[in-house]
C-alpha cells in the first residue's frame, strides 16, 4: 500500500561503515513516516554484506534474518539510544570499479548488480543510504549503474544521508555525530590532563580522523590539549628529507617521527620555561598513512582499500620517541604515554544537539522522496536545520566516481582557533614563526 502522495509503497534502509552517536534518531526519523503513511519500511541488516551476496536460490534474503520491517512500535523511544538497530559493515559491492566504464562491465558489476537484484527481489521502491564517504560512492554506483539499463528496468530510486564522526563530508556543515564523539573524547582528554598536572607527565594521544583533523581539532578545543597535530599541518618541515617529502605531484608525504618528536620536545621546554611540566598533544590517526613504508608494509587493508589505522601504535611510537628525545636533549628522563581513543565514542549516547540534527537528516531523506521526488541526491543541513539535498554530481568526481574528503583548511578560523589555544612557541624556526602569535 502507497502512503499519501507519494508512489513509494515499500523504502529499503541500509547503514554502513563505522557507527556514529544519532544513528538510531536518523532511522527512526527516516522510518516513521513511512511506516505512519502505510508504507512498509525494510532495515536491512549489516549494511551491503547480505545485499552483495544475494541469490535467489543459494543465498535468499530472510525477513528476520538479512533484514526486518518496521512497525510503529520499533521506533518509539528510538531517537536516544546507542547504537544501530540494523547494525552495520564495511562491505563494498563497488570495490572493483574504478570508473564509468566499469558499470558496463559484467565482472567488476558483478557485486553491485547483485545488490540491485536484491532490492528489486524485495520489492523496493527506494533506498536510503547512511554512511561515509565510501557508501556515498556505493550509492552513487547504484543511481549511475541503474541509469544505464534498460528503459523498461525497474529502478530503485537513492537518495543519501551523510554520517561520520570525522566530519570531513562535502555538502554538509556538520555530521551527524562529530559533537559527542568530540565531547566524549574530550572528557577523556581532560582526565588525562588532570593525571599529567598531578604527576608531571604528559600524554600523547591519538584520536580518529583518518584523512582530516577536524576531530582531533575539537577534541584538542574542547579538551584543552596543549599541542593538536593533523595531516593538514605536515609540511616539508615535519617530512623526511629526499624525495617525496614535499608531497608534490607524483610523491607521498614521508612524516619523521625524529622531527615530529623535536617539535613536541620543542613545545615541552617552552611550557618549562613558564614552570609547566605535564601536558597534552592531540595527534589525527591519519597521520600514520604518512609514515615509512617500513612502518606500513604489513598493515592490513578493508574492503575500501583502507589502511587498518588500529594496527598501527602512533601514538605509543610517538611518545617513544618524545621520550628518547627529551633524555637526549636534557640529559633526564620524561614520563610520556601514548593514549588511543575513538571506539568508545561511536556508540555513545548521542548529544541532544546530534539528535536533532540526525532528526532532521532522517526527515529530511523522506522528504526528498515524497515531497521532492528525487534520486540521485544527499540530504544536507544548513544554517538553523534547513533541509538542502545535493546532487551526487556534485560530490563525486565524474571521471573516477570517487568521493572527496573535506579538509580543515590551514589559516580557516577553525584551524587558528585551535592555534591560538595551544601552547605558545617562540622560536625562529620557520615551524613556528607563522605561528609566534598564538598561544
Given at each position: 500500500?502507497?502512503?499519501?502522495?507519494?508512489?513509494i509503497g515499500r523504502v529499503g534502509l541500509v547503514f554502513s561503515g563505522g557507527p556514529a552517536p544519532a544513528a538510531n534518531a536518523v532511522i527512526s526519523a527516516a522510518a516513521t513516516p513511512f511506516v505512519e503513511g502505510g508504507c512498509e519500511v525494510l532495515g536491512i541488516f549489516h549494511g551491503y554484506s547480505n545485499l552483495?551476496?544475494?541469490?535467489?536460490?543459494?543465498?535468499?534474503?530472510?525477513?528476520?534474518?538479512?533484514?526486518?520491517?518496521?512497525?510503529?512500535?520499533?521506533?518509539?523511544?528510538?531517537?536516544?539510544?546507542?547504537?544501530?538497530?540494523?547494525?552495520?559493515?564495511?562491505?563494498?559491492?563497488?570495490?572493483?570499479?574504478?570508473?564509468?566504464?566499469?558499470?558496463?562491465?559484467?565482472?567488476?558489476?558483478?557485486?553491485?548488480?547483485?545488490?540491485?537484484?536484491?532490492?528489486?527481489?524485495?520489492?523496493?521502491?527506494?533506498?536510503?543510504?547512511?554512511?561515509?564517504?565510501?557508501?556515498?560512492?556505493?550509492?552513487?554506483?547504484?543511481?549511475?549503474?541503474?541509469?544505464?539499463?534498460?528503459?523498461?528496468?525497474p529502478r530503485v530510486r537513492v537518495v543519501h544521508v551523510p554520517k561520520t564522526i570525522d566530519n570531513d563530508y562535502h555538502g554538509i556543515d556538520f555530521t551527524f555525530g562529530y559533537f559527542t564523539a568530540v565531547d566524549v573524547m574530550a572528557k577523556e582528554l581532560m582526565n588525562l590532563r588532570a593525571d599529567a598536572m598531578?604527576?608531571?607527565?604528559?600524554?600523547?594521544?591519538?584520536?580518529?580522523?583518518?584523512?582530516?583533523?577536524?576531530?582531533?581539532?575539537?577534541?584538542?578545543?574542547?579538551?584543552?590539549?596543549?599541542?593538536?597535530?593533523?595531516?593538514?599541518?605536515?609540511?616539508?618541515?615535519?617530512?623526511?628529507?629526499?624525495?617525496?617529502?614535499?608531497?608534490?605531484?607524483?610523491?607521498?608525504?614521508?612524516?619523521?617521527?625524529?622531527?615530529?618528536?623535536?617539535?613536541?620536545?620543542?613545545?615541552?621546554?617552552?611550557?618549562?620555561?613558564?614552570?609547566?611540566?605535564?601536558?597534552?598533544?592531540?595527534?589525527?590517526?591519519?597521520?600514520?598513512?604518512?609514515?615509512?613504508?617500513?612502518?606500513?608494509?604489513?598493515?592490513?587493508?578493508?574492503?575500501?582499500?583502507?589502511?587498518?589505522?588500529?594496527?598501527?601504535?602512533?601514538?605509543?611510537?610517538?611518545?617513544?620517541?618524545?621520550?628518547?628525545?627529551?633524555?637526549?636533549?636534557?640529559?633526564?628522563?620524561?614520563?610520556?604515554?601514548?593514549?588511543?581513543?575513538?571506539?568508545?565514542?561511536?556508540?555513545?549516547?548521542?548529544?541532544?544537539?546530534?539528535?536533532?540534527?540526525?532528526?532532521?537528516?532522517?526527515?529530511?531523506?523522506?522528504?526528498?522522496?515524497?515531497?521532492?521526488?528525487?534520486?540521485?541526491?544527499?540530504?544536507?543541513?544548513?544554517?538553523?536545520?534547513?533541509?538542502?539535498?545535493?546532487?551526487?554530481?556534485?560530490?563525486?568526481?565524474?571521471?573516477?566516481?570517487?568521493?572527496?574528503?573535506?579538509?580543515?583548511?590551514?589559516?580557516?578560523?577553525?584551524?587558528?582557533?585551535?592555534?591560538?589555544?595551544?601552547?605558545?612557541?617562540?622560536?625562529?624556526?620557520?615551524?613556528?614563526?607563522?605561528?609566534?602569535?598564538?598561544?
Amino acid at each position: 500500500m502507497s502512503g499519501a502522495g507519494t508512489d513509494i509503497g515499500r523504502v529499503g534502509l541500509v547503514f554502513s561503515g563505522g557507527p556514529a552517536p544519532a544513528a538510531n534518531a536518523v532511522i527512526s526519523a527516516a522510518a516513521t513516516p513511512f511506516v505512519e503513511g502505510g508504507c512498509e519500511v525494510l532495515g536491512i541488516f549489516h549494511g551491503y554484506s547480505n545485499l552483495q551476496n544475494y541469490d535467489a536460490d543459494e543465498s535468499p534474503l530472510v525477513a528476520d534474518e538479512h533484514y526486518r520491517r518496521f512497525a510503529e512500535g520499533d521506533l518509539r523511544g528510538l531517537r536516544n539510544q546507542r547504537g544501530i538497530i540494523v547494525g552495520t559493515a564495511r562491505a563494498n559491492p563497488g570495490k572493483p570499479i574504478a570508473g564509468p566504464e566499469d558499470l558496463h562491465d559484467p565482472v567488476k558489476n558483478a557485486a553491485l548488480r547483485r545488490v540491485y537484484t536484491a532490492l528489486v527481489d524485495l520489492g523496493l521502491d527506494a533506498l536510503i543510504s547512511i554512511g561515509g564517504d565510501d557508501t556515498l560512492k556505493t550509492a552513487n554506483f547504484l543511481y549511475e549503474y541503474q541509469k544505464r539499463l534498460p528503459p523498461a528496468a525497474p529502478r530503485v530510486r537513492v537518495v543519501h544521508v551523510p554520517k561520520t564522526i570525522d566530519n570531513d563530508y562535502h555538502g554538509i556543515d556538520f555530521t551527524f555525530g562529530y559533537f559527542t564523539a568530540v565531547d566524549v573524547m574530550a572528557k577523556e582528554l581532560m582526565n588525562l590532563r588532570a593525571d599529567a598536572m598531578a604527576t608531571s607527565a604528559y600524554y600523547v594521544v591519538e584520536t580518529m580522523g583518518r584523512k582530516a583533523a577536524w576531530l582531533s581539532y575539537g577534541v584538542a578545543i574542547a579538551g584543552e590539549a596543549h599541542l593538536v597535530l593533523g595531516v593538514e599541518d605536515i609540511g616539508p618541515e615535519l617530512c623526511v628529507d629526499g624525495p617525496g617529502s614535499d608531497g608534490g605531484e607524483g610523491s607521498r608525504r614521508r612524516l619523521s617521527l625524529d622531527k615530529l618528536a623535536e617539535h613536541i620536545v620543542t613545545v615541552m621546554a617552552a611550557r618549562e620555561e613558564r614552570k609547566k611540566f605535564y601536558g597534552t598533544v592531540v595527534l589525527a590517526e591519519g597521520l600514520s598513512e604518512l609514515l615509512a613504508e617500513e612502518f606500513l608494509q604489513d598493515i592490513p587493508r578493508d574492503d575500501h582499500g583502507h589502511l587498518a589505522l588500529s594496527e598501527i601504535p602512533l601514538a605509543k611510537m610517538v611518545a617513544k620517541a618524545v621520550r628518547a628525545r627529551y633524555e637526549a636533549r636534557f640529559g633526564r628522563k620524561k614520563k610520556v604515554t601514548g593514549v588511543v581513543m575513538g571506539y568508545e565514542s561511536r556508540c555513545s549516547p548521542p548529544h541532544a544537539f546530534d539528535v536533532l540534527l540526525g532528526s532532521q537528516l532522517g526527515t529530511g531523506a523522506y522528504r526528498a522522496l515524497v515531497e521532492e521526488g528525487l534520486d540521485g541526491h544527499m540530504v544536507s543541513v544548513q544554517g538553523q536545520f534547513e533541509l538542502h539535498y545535493v546532487p551526487f554530481s556534485q560530490l563525486v568526481d565524474p571521471q573516477t566516481l570517487r568521493t572527496q574528503v573535506r579538509l580543515v583548511p590551514p589559516g580557516s578560523d577553525f584551524h587558528r582557533l585551535a592555534r591560538f589555544l595551544e601552547t605558545r612557541v617562540d622560536s625562529t624556526s620557520e615551524w613556528d614563526l607563522g605561528r609566534r602569535h598564538e598561544r
